[in-house]
């Protein structure tokens, strides 16, 4: 390859990436809400069923926040305590209402990472099949009965 081949080959490179990242840097959410990992997440403090939540998220254009590994857990942790609301349990999108143990994002997004405290989901009852996150001194995530009032994390694409 010549020298001028080589040039113009690491060139686009550079230039392709250059465009990449400022795609990346001009992703913006409404007012409210948070950028993480390309997504916008809203903080709800008010109290709600698992159900009225996801409709509430729906009337936003977003659903209850799927959650897709650690870092984004942690974001979310960090977006309700920057609300200043602490470590407080909230509904996030996960349930397995369809079909017991087999857990699903309202979004439809596959549900690949997941943050469980120690012997859970335990179904208690026969009637916990919501999932809500910062549950005991863990912050991990319980199911819990969907009629259980909580606030709440919506999410939707940025």
Not at 87 to 93: D, E, Q, S, T, V
Not at 99 to 128: A, F, H, V
Request: aromatic share 12%; charged share 15%.
């Amino acid at each position: 390859m010549t020298l001028l081949a080589v040039f113009l080959l690491v060139s686009s490179v550079v230039v392709q990436a250059t465009h990449f990242d400022s795609i990346q840097t001009s992703i913006t959410c409404a007012s409210g809400w948070t950028l993480i990992n390309s997504r916008c997440f809203l903080y709800v403090p008010n109290y709600m069923t698992w159900a009225d939540a996801e409709k509430n998220c729906l009337s936003m254009g977003a659903n209850l926040a799927s959650v897709h590994n650690e870092y984004e857990y942690h974001q979310v942790q960090n977006l309700i305590a920057a609300a200043g609301h602490g470590p407080k349990k909230a509904w996030i999108g996960g349930s397995d209402a369809e079909q017991e143990k087999t857990w699903l994002w309202s979004d439809g997004s596959p549900m690949i990472y997941t943050n469980w405290c120690r012997g859970q989901p335990d179904n208690w009852k026969d009637n916990q099949h919501c999932l809500q996150m910062n549950y005991s001194d863990a912050k991990c995530w319980d199911d819990m009965w969907c009629t259980h009032w909580n606030p709440s994390v919506c999410a939707k694409k940025a």
